[in-house]
């Protein structure tokens, strides 16, 4: 008569989440083989079967005892914690059936029964942080050269998996962790939230919700799995949560949605999708999945605050707009302190740089020891105070930031441009651009100090990149000053916001719209104490067009509730990467004010460009 062997995954060790299955299983064999601790596991479960239990790094003699069991004739259960067919029992056993030139067909026969792993069981106690790409991988190099383990680590971390690490320590394998923290910080915020989960559902469980920078000084052991978030993985309220990427095509606090049903699935509505993007190299339109993500990854428009690239910027920061703004403001601040001016996050990027480089000690110690003395290196809430300097031998980084000097004052004094020239130096450089600021790129490691030097100078600096911009006219030379103070406020409130896309808002002071409010994404004009609105110019292309006119005679105390009611909504419905004028195209209407079709005209071949 043939036996047969069941192997077994009995999930995370609580009797309620054993299968029904499994516990059918282990009820039906003779023989039930384990290691000792999980016999005891499901001790209460077994009823008189032979008992084969042996310790650990002795899975090859029990997987030849199962097999030599069941060729006996009889039922032989072989036990693995989690699945059997993770990291479990069930791939040894077929090797040594293999070895000895088992056939489906002629030999034993084999059931294989699915388990709750720990990757599963632990995100269910920490919130929801798999619900993106994700992968496992054990630390324990008993089997595996560490150089592939931690290769695999590297490309886990390239590619922004949330990562689960199995076997991240024990008694002797202690190095293991800490160079896989090492690797991870090279690609990943120090702020990337981090789960630990020792002895899930069983009688000693703990659960530590912490994060990258400071997962090391957490206990860390052979029962704990280490679940690291990917970019967009957030905490809220204790949990840490990985969104999908919903919030791209739906608004998640309404039951109404923009796209019906129908429309959800149409190209038009998936600019991110490899169809509409043949060009260029799948996931070339990823760049910040969310809005919480700490970076981008790498591709078109990676912001390089990681070392992976030769320049970074400032990072995109949320600005004021999103005061009063209660949708999602939770889970900003909860997954750190916002960055509200461009020194901190230039002193934020840096001190994300300087851990990815891989520092010994990736947290405020290894600050300390940087610093100078008597100098703090952390504020109250534990956010860098002082940003430390390159180290020797690191790639010199290129600081990237707007510069103007104000909103509606167009003029630089002579100390400004010498403090300009000073800071830009023989390897810098500063480009005119006709948004009204000027771009320093200056070579530093100290862009803190950069930007101090702007601050002190009355330079108005504000991120690069897709971000509000806020320009105006110079009101007649600061003679027509009726508008200048909502021109200030939109700017104060508005620019360096995140957005899908650069979005430029222009302020005119009067009707005769000399700096040409009506050619940006949204243009105000002050006519007769209102303002007039434009939405949605498209400024270059041969079927570029002005804005549309969508409404006059709007009372100054509304217009700035009024713009940026129309920035939020596009900050929140707007694809990744879709400018403004498609934005207003493809919705129709923002904040009541109605597209018009632009009426396309026939254009001659152009002699360059579209
Ligand atoms: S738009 Fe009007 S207020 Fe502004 S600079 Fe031109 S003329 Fe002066």
Redesign the pocket.
């Known amino acids: 008569m043939k036996g047969k062997l069941l192997l077994i995954g009995f999930g995370p060790g609580s009797f309620e989440h054993i299968t029904h299955r499994a516990r059918q299983a282990i009820e039906e064999s003779d023989v039930i083989i384990g290691y000792n601790t999980y016999v005891d596991l499901i001790r209460p479960l077994l009823t008189g079967q032979e008992i084969v239990r042996t310790g650990m790094t002795e899975e090859v003699s029990r997987a030849v005892e199962a097999v030599k069991q069941a060729e006996l004739g009889k039922k032989v259960a072989v036990i693995s914690s989690g699945d059997a067919g993770v990291y479990g029992m069930a791939g040894l056993v077929y090797e040594v059936l293999i070895e000895k030139g088992w056939t489906a067909a002629e030999g034993v026969e084999v059931e294989t029964i699915p388990g709750i792993s720990a990757i599963n069981s632990c995100a269910s106690l920490l919130g929801a942080p798999v619900m993106h790409d994700a992968c496992t991988i054990s630390l324990s190099d008993h089997l595996t050269p560490w150089s592939t383990i931690i290769g695999r680590v590297e490309a886990a971390a390239r590619a922004d998996f949330v990562i689960a690490l199995y076997n991240p320590r024990s008694g002797r394998r202690t190095r293991q962790i800490v160079e896989t923290q090492r690797m991870l910080l090279r690609y990943r915020s120090p702020q990337t939230p981090v789960g630990l989960v020792k002895s899930a559902y069983r009688e000693r469980q703990e659960v530590v919700l912490t994060t990258l920078a400071e997962m090391l000084e957490h206990e860390i052991g052979m029962l704990t799995t280490v679940i690291i978030g990917n970019s967009a993985t957030f905490v809220y309220d204790g949990l840490m949560i990985t969104p999908r990427g919903y919030q791209r095509k739906y608004t998640l606090h309404s039951a109404e949605q923009s796209l019906k049903p129908h429309e959800r699935l149409r190209k038009e509505a998936e600019p991110w999708a490899l169809e509409q993007d043949e060009g260029q190299p799948a996931g070339w339109g990823e760049a910040w999945p969310t809005g919480r993500g700490e970076m981008q990854p790498a591709g078109k428009g990676a912001a390089h605050l990681m070392g992976c690239g030769d320049a970074y910027r400032i990072r995109q920061g949320e600005a004021q707009l999103l005061e009063g703004d209660d949708t999602h403001s939770a889970e900003r601040s909860a997954t750190r302190p916002a960055s509200t001016s461009p020194l901190e996050l230039a002193e934020e990027a840096l001190f994300k740089l300087v851990y990815s480089r891989g520092q010994p000690a990736p947290n405020l110690l290894a600050a300390e020891a940087l610093a100078p003395a008597g100098r703090p290196v952390a504020d109250a809430s534990g956010r860098p105070a002082w940003t430390p300097p390159m180290q020797a031998g690191a790639q010199e980084l290129i600081f990237e930031v707007a510069v103007s000097p104000g909103v509606a004052n167009k003029k630089m004094s002579p100390a400004q441009l010498l403090t300009l020239a000073q800071i830009a130096g023989e390897q810098g450089e500063l480009e005119y651009t006709p948004h009204h600021y000027m771009i320093l790129r200056v070579p530093t490691g100290d862009p803190s100090g950069v930007t101090e030097r702007l601050v002190a100078e009355g330079f108005r600096v504000q991120a690069v990149g897709d971000v509000v911009t806020v320009k ?6 600061g ?2 000053t009726e ?1 200048i103070p909502y021109a200030e406020e939109l700017h104060r409130k508005l620019a360096g916001a995140k957005m899908p896309k650069e979005l430029h808002i222009a302020v ?8 040409r ?1 009506s050619h940006e994404d949204i243009g105000i ?2 006519r007769k104490g209102k303002f007039d609105l434009f939405l949605g110019a498209k400024t270059t292309g041969s079927n570029a067009h002005t804005a549309q006119r969508v409404a006059e005679g709007i009372e100054p105390e509304r217009i700035v509730e009024t713009i940026e009611s129309i920035v939020r909504q596009y900050r929140e419905r707007g694809h990744p990467n879709e400018r403004f004028f498609k934005f207003f195209k493809r919705v129709k209407n923002v904040e009541g004010f109605e597209h018009k079709e632009v009426p396309v005209a026939v254009a001659d071949a152009a002699v360059c460009g579209d």
């Open positions: 105006a006219c110079d009101f007649c030379n003679e027509k508008a005119n002071g009067c009707g005769m719209a000399c700096y409010a004009i002050y």
